[in-house]
């Protein structure tokens, strides 16, 4: 399974690769769990934040949130609604699209909740 990623900038020095894609290959049949610890989001892809606290929104891509990625989280959190394998996520040519939007320094348990929440 093909796997395109992209995320946003962070600032502005940041803006000079933007959307700062990236195309990886995962076994096929993995779930949202499975594909993100393999994918080791949100650390080596996602930028280091100083101050140590960044939250994001990994979105499929449709927009349809996923998961929230902490800096200060060891690991992704799957949304509790995300169920099945990655690959229903994959459009017409078979990849899945994937983006983690920038929540710059909220709170990632408040972000998680209120998501989770619907």
Same mark, same amino acid.
């Given at each position: ?16 690769d ?11 049949g ?34 349809? =949130?996923?998961?929230v ?22 459009? =017409? ?26």
């Open positions: 399974m093909r796997i395109h990623l992209t995320r946003d900038s962070v600032a502005a020095g940041d803006d000079a933007a959307p700062h894609a990236a195309a990886l290959a995962l076994p096929d993995l779930d949202l769990p499975e594909a993100l610890a393999a994918l080791g989001l949100p650390r080596p892809y996602l930028p280091l934040i100083g101050g140590g606290r960044a939250s994001w929104i990994l979105r499929s891509g449709d927009g349809t =949130p996923l998961a990625l902490a800096q200060q989280w060891p690991r992704a959190r799957p949304l509790p609604g995300v169920r099945g394998p990655l690959a229903r996520l994959a459009g =017409p040519e078979g990849d899945v699209r994937l983006h983690a939007e920038y929540q710059r320094q909220l709170d990632p348990d408040a972000e998680y909740d209120r998501l989770a929440a619907g």
